[in-house]
């Protein structure tokens, strides 16, 4: 048995070096962007600072101008104004108020005289203690099952001026 090396006559070829497969990396950039996007988008409308009227008016820390916040109150009787796709109305909480300039319509379950929270900016000029809250989202006090869980609440939301029931 002759066990030494042989000789080739044919040239070998190399290995094929592995086609990475383009689509597969386009798709997972694809997914990433968008799992980012809507992760922005949550995070974003998730840090909007919840205060009352109050401590807007008050300018308390986290509550001052130019931040977006949710702001909650009670419309005040008498104040709703519409004009087009624009509402304005006033806003009350621990007898403070604060004007609301509402760009839509807040829609059928809006009324006086109801526990509103309003997202948006608070908008103060310069030098001056009162500003005008711009809302781009309205969310209304809708069930009687909250009423009952927290009347506490809605005891302080209350405002003076409203004798009609609430809805």
Not at 8 to 37: D, H, K, M, Q, S
Not at 67 to 77: K, N
Not at 146 to 151: F, R, S
Request: proline fraction near 5%; charge should be neutral.
């Amino acid at each position: 048995m002759d066990l030494s090396p042989r000789q080739t006559t044919t040239l070998e070829r190399p290995a094929p070096v592995p086609r990475r497969n383009w689509r597969a990396y386009v798709l997972l950039a694809v997914v990433l962007i968008a799992g980012g996007v809507v992760v922005t988008k949550f995070l974003t409308s998730a840090i909007d600072y919840y205060c009352n009227v109050d401590e807007v008016v008050a300018h308390k820390s986290g509550c001052e101008a130019g931040r977006r916040l949710r702001i909650q109150g009670t419309v005040e009787e008498g104040t709703v104004k519409k004009s087009g796709a624009v509402t304005d109305f006033m806003i009350a909480f621990n007898g403070k108020q604060l004007s609301v300039h509402y760009d839509g319509d807040p829609g059928g379950l809006f009324q006086e005289c109801i526990p509103v929270v309003v997202h948006g900016t608070y908008v103060a000029p310069v030098g001056t203690s009162t500003g005008v809250f711009d809302g781009d989202q309205l969310e209304v006090k809708h069930s009687n099952e909250y009423a009952a869980k927290n009347p506490d609440r809605l005891n302080k939301a209350k405002s003076a001026a409203c004798s009609q029931p609430q809805a």
